[in-house]
């Protein structure tokens, strides 16, 4: 099966012209994965907060539950009035200018929680993007606007900022999300489905999940994984241990599955905070490939196909299937078919194993990359740069 669906994946890249901006994505099949945005009540299997519970979950949230807020946010999109004005036929005879338009007002909502009491606010950048207005309302009531400091896709991270008077904000506390283990409490907080504070209860399924297994291909993050309910309304809320401090932020649901959400590591939050909070750009480093893992049985049993499109070298490495036009790996002339050995001398064959040691070496860093080109073992020298399209 994997064999068949590598030489599927093979033919449809050199049938199609795919551009993606990542220096590492692996494939495992078309599997859809959702922001925990809201949308409409269907899930009521969430109940609101009751603090006056004997029990270590209701201590973590009286800790930590006053901190976490709601955001619910309004964006502005004009339309034209009538499709009657799209058919080309009728187009020549109205100018653009002229053309009806109507404005129309989305609303979203979700979740952030407060990390300082001068109103610092961490969420999810899909809550916020793009909205022309945000609103905070507090457990307590009060309500707020909300400025956007920053925002990165890349990591699904924002920042909002509001002006309270003095210091009269409570703060979330921090955990260390490197300390977590398989199995340890997990306690999300959020407003799912338009209730506001909600608590669920689980634990910590898998920490380490990359994205591109996960099926966000379009994120750099190592997921924790817990079966905590999270539902929509949930993103940007916190996933508290079980004394109450925040160790991640939830993000997304598995949509084909009960009992699968993902959250970012709180310490990939606090590396990034002062950068968004600033308002100034996140690097991330890329070469500009799309590849998946080989091994010599895969590549074996492709190269005995006679319907595959290419042979390639049976070894255990990560095959080239996609170079970004305009990247650093296609100026070094890295080409589809291509298998990845090695970088700067140290042995790969996991792509996200790859991609951690281009984010690791940082922008306009050399790379050393050893590759199999047919039967030829060559070496190119490749200079990472910011990806596109991220501002």
């Given at each position: 099966?994997?064999?068949?669906?590598?030489?599927?994946?093979?033919?449809?890249?050199?049938?199609?012209?795919?551009?993606?901006?990542?220096?590492?994505?692996?494939?495992?099949?078309?599997l859809d994965v959702l922001s925990c945005q809201a949308a409409p009540i269907q899930n009521l299997a969430q109940a609101p907060v009751n603090?006056?519970?004997?029990?270590?979950?209701?201590?973590?949230?009286?800790?930590?539950?006053?901190?976490?807020?709601?955001?619910?946010?309004?964006?502005?999109?004009?339309?034209?009035?009538?499709?009657?004005f799209d058919d080309p036929f009728f187009g020549e005879f109205f100018?653009?200018?002229?053309?009806?338009?109507?404005?129309?007002?989305?609303?979203?909502?979700?979740?952030g929680f407060i990390i300082d009491s001068k109103g610092i606010i961490l969420t999810n950048a899909h809550v916020v993007n793009g909205a022309d207005k945000?609103?905070?309302?507090?457990?307590?009531?009060?309500?707020?606007?909300?400025?956007?400091?920053?925002?990165?896709?890349?990591?699904?991270?924002?920042?909002?900022?509001?002006?309270?008077?003095?210091?009269?904000?409570?703060?979330?506390?921090?955990?260390?999300?490197?300390?977590?283990?398989?199995?340890?409490?997990?306690?999300?907080?959020?407003n799912p489905v338009g209730l506001d504070n909600t608590v669920t209860l689980g634990i910590i399924s898998t920490i380490g999940r990359s994205a591109a297994k996960v099926g966000v291909p379009d994120k750099r993050l190592d997921f924790i994984q817990t079966d905590a309910a999270i539902n929509p309304g949930n993103s940007g809320g916190p996933l508290l241990n079980s004394k109450g401090e925040v160790i991640g932020i939830n993000t997304a649901i598995r949509p084909d599955a009960m009992g699968i959400g993902f959250a970012i590591p709180i310490n990939k939050a606090?590396?990034?905070?002062?950068?968004?909070?600033?308002?100034?750009?996140?690097?991330?480093?890329?070469?500009?490939?799309?590849?998946?893992?080989?091994?010599?049985e895969v590549a074996r049993a492709n190269n005995n196909n006679p319907n595959s499109p290419i042979i390639v070298p049976e070894v255990d490495g990560i095959l080239v299937v996609q170079v970004v036009p305009n990247?650093?790996?296609?100026?070094?002339?890295?080409?589809?078919?291509?298998?990845?050995?090695?970088?700067?001398?140290?042995s790969v064959k996991d792509?996200?194993?790859?991609?951690?040691?281009?984010?690791?070496?940082?922008?306009?860093?050399t790379l050393k990359l050893k590759f199999y080109r047919g039967d030829r073992l060559l070496e190119v020298t490749v200079k990472t740069a910011q990806l596109q399209g991220v501002s």
């Open positions: 099966m994997k064999t068949m669906k590598l030489i599927k994946y093979l033919r449809l890249v050199t049938s199609y012209s795919i551009t993606l901006l990542l220096s590492v994505i692996l494939s495992f099949g078309g603090s006056s519970a004997d029990s270590f979950v209701a201590t973590a949230v009286t800790r930590t539950g006053p901190a976490v807020v709601r955001i619910d946010t309004e964006t502005v999109v004009t339309r034209q009035v009538d499709p009657f100018e653009q200018p002229s053309r009806p338009r109507r404005e129309e007002r989305i609303t979203g909502q979700g979740s945000v609103t905070v309302t507090l457990k307590d009531g009060r309500t707020f606007n909300g400025q956007v400091r920053g925002t990165d896709e890349i990591t699904d991270l924002a920042v909002v900022a509001i002006q309270p008077q003095g210091n009269t904000l409570p703060v979330a506390p921090l955990g260390d999300s490197s300390r977590l283990k398989v199995g340890d409490w997990a306690i999300a907080v959020g606090k590396s990034l905070e002062k950068t968004l909070a600033s308002g100034k750009q996140v690097p991330h480093p890329y070469i500009g490939v799309q590849m998946i893992d080989l091994t010599p990247s650093p790996a296609q100026r070094a002339k890295l080409r589809l078919g291509d298998v990845i050995v090695a970088v700067n001398g140290k792509g996200t194993d790859l991609q951690k040691i281009v984010e690791k070496a940082g922008i306009n860093a």
